[in-house]
Nanobody, 122 residues
Framework: QVTLVESGGGLVQAGGSLRLSCAGSGRTFSPVHMGWFRRAPGKEREFVVSLTWSSGSTNDGDSVKGRFTISRDNARNTVYLQMNSLKPEDTAVYYC???????????????WGQGTQVTVSA
């Protein structure tokens, strides 16, 4: 069993920054991908960024390219989402997830955190 715990959400003004953390635990914690997704009110879940655990390579969603960065701390089984130049449309609940297939497909992620709210005011 893998457990993911997010932290770091909150309220920020447009143009500001936030960093989210996602700590993974469990004896079998060895995902292929770690990803961040988000869901805004009334919208479908959206892929944000992902990181391939073995290589460290990353992939960005179109709406966050150049603004959001995913990174990791292997020793702590933790991934981070650094969000810069935040916009009101980035307001959503952000979820981290661990998966083994298509990094963009939420159905290929088998473990999810509880989510953390990010609110960006205009």
């Amino acid at each position: 069993q893998v457990t993911l715990v997010e932290s770091g959400g909150g309220l920020v003004q447009a143009g500001g920054s936030l960093r989210l953390s996602c700590a993974g635990s469990g004896r079998t914690f060895s995902p292929v991908h770690m990803g961040w997704f988000r869901r805004a009110p009334g919208k479908e879940r959206e892929f944000v960024v992902s990181l391939t655990w073995s290589s460290g390579s990353t992939n960005d969603g179109d709406s966050v390219k150049g603004r959001f960065t995913i990174s990791r701390d292997n020793a702590r089984n933790t991934v981070y989402l650094q969000m810069n130049s935040l916009k009101p449309e980035d307001t959503a609940v952000y979820y981290c997830a661990a998966g083994y297939g298509d990094y963009r497909n939420p159905n290929d992620y088998y473990y999810w955190g509880q989510g953390t709210q990010v609110t960006v005011s205009a």
